[in-house]
């Protein structure tokens, strides 16, 4: 599990008594040696990184957060709220095109409309039938 401080993602390393060992996850690119200790909620750097920081990180955590809360709470075009939410986060959405997310987005939307209580999906297809019939009249 990743975690994300100052612009810098982080991987653990160890987790030993309270704390938990952090170091940079573009150690291997980079070769850098960022280094950092988390105490309960206290994160603190250890070690310097040898690479500027990147501060739209943060704003693609919340971006991808908020398209999994948008996937799993209303039905629509995965395209459509993604492009929707992109606006939002400008920076984010140049880093993290509909490529990456796609996926993900279509098996939340997936597992929300199996929430759904059946009655539902059955009225919509009766609807369907409905206005078909209508049609051919
Ligand atoms: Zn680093």
Redesign the pocket.
């Known amino acids: 599990m990743a975690e994300i401080h100052d612009g810098?993602r982080y991987i653990i390393q160890r987790r030993r008594n309270n704390n938990i060992f952090f170091m940079?996850a573009?150690?291997i690119p980079?070769l850098?040696t960022?280094r950092g200790i988390k105490t309960g909620n206290i994160f603190r750097l250890t070690r310097q990184?040898?690479?500027a920081p990147n501060h739209s990180l943060e704003e693609v955590v919340a971006f991808s957060r908020h398209l999994r809360r948008v996937c799993t709470s209303q039905i629509a075009n995965t395209f459509d709220i993604y492009e929707s939410l992109s606006q939002m986060y400008p920076q984010a959405s140049r880093t993290m095109t509909w490529r990456s997310p796609q996926l993900n987005m279509r098996r939340w939307q997936r597992n929300f409309m199996n929430t759904l209580p059946r009655i539902l999906s059955l009225t919509h297809l009766k609807l369907c039938f409905q206005t078909e019939s209508n049609l051919k009249i």
Do not use: D
């Open positions: 810098y940079c573009a150690r980079t850098s960022g990184h040898n690479h």
